[in-house]
Antibody, heavy 118, light 110 residues
Framework: EVRLVESGGGLVQPGGSLRLSCAAS????????MSWVRQAPGKGLEWISA??????STSDSVKGRFTISRDNSKNTGFLQMNSLRAEDTAIYFC?????????????WGQGTMVTVSS | QSVLTQPPSASGTPGQRVTISCSGS????????VYWYQHLPGTAPKLLIY???QRPSGVPDRFSGSKSGTSASLDISGLRSEDEADYYC???????????FGGGTKLTVL
């Protein structure tokens, strides 16, 4: 079964850091790009960052605070989040990017909740 | 304020056809593919349409997408109760160099 499972969310104080993980199974992980997308409470989906299958190319919308990476030997992607703010409170999803479908996000995880609060 | 504009809500009765619109600009919808996702809160979002009008395997043909200029739309025919969910359009934006989503449309099946 093709699957993505996020972990690493939780409660963190403003200014703190968290590292989210996205464990992939059921497909050749290195053959696909990966993105992180978040949904703040009561809000819509917001794309955060993407990384190519070989990890050589990244793009993001949260400049300087979040860093995307991956370890293809462990079939796992990561999102390092620093200097967290209250507005970063959201469910964070990882999604597979399928180049055969025009880089559509074709597989998503269930998400992990991040709460930034003192 | 989302880069792509969707109506916040839509509704229909079982069996009806519903259309959800998505409006953008020349830097996103006007020059790139449009994608549609279905999301039931508490679950993983699901890809419904890719490259404007293509359905992934497993998505019923009741769902169809189209694009014209800087706008796109998602049609759902033969509405069913299980279609009640949030629907999002998305596209790559060349000006911002990032993926942009619409604000989402909450579909209610009456």
């Amino acid at each position: 079964e093709v699957r993505l499972v996020e972990s690493g969310g939780g409660l963190v104080q403003p200014g703190g850091s968290l590292r989210l993980s996205c464990a992939a199974s059921g497909f050749t992980f290195r053959g696909y790009g990966m993105s992180w997308v978040r949904q703040a409470p009561g809000k819509g989906l917001e794309w955060i960052s993407a990384i190519s299958g070989d990890g050589g190319s990244t793009s993001d919308s949260v400049k300087g605070r979040f860093t995307i990476s991956r370890d293809n030997s462990k079939n796992t992607g990561f999102l390092q989040m620093n200097s967290l703010r209250a507005e970063d409170t959201a469910i964070y999803f990882c999604a597979r990017m399928n180049s055969a479908l025009g880089n559509a996000f074709d597989i998503w995880g269930q998400g992990t909740m991040v709460t930034v609060s003192s | 304020q989302s880069v792509l504009t969707q109506p916040p809500s839509a509704s229909g009765t079982p069996g009806q056809r519903v259309t959800i619109s998505c409006s953008g600009s020349s830097s996103n919808i006007g020059s790139n593919y449009v994608y549609w996702y279905q999301h039931l809160p508490g679950t993983a979002p699901k890809l419904l349409i890719y490259r404007n009008n293509q359905r992934p395997s497993g998505v019923p043909d009741r769902f169809s997408g189209s694009k014209s200029g800087t706008s796109a739309s998602l049609d759902i025919s033969g509405l069913r109760s299980e279609d009640e969910a949030d629907y999002y359009c998305a596209a790559w934006d060349d000006s911002f160099s990032l993926w942009v989503f619409g604000g989402g449309t909450k579909l209610t099946v009456l």
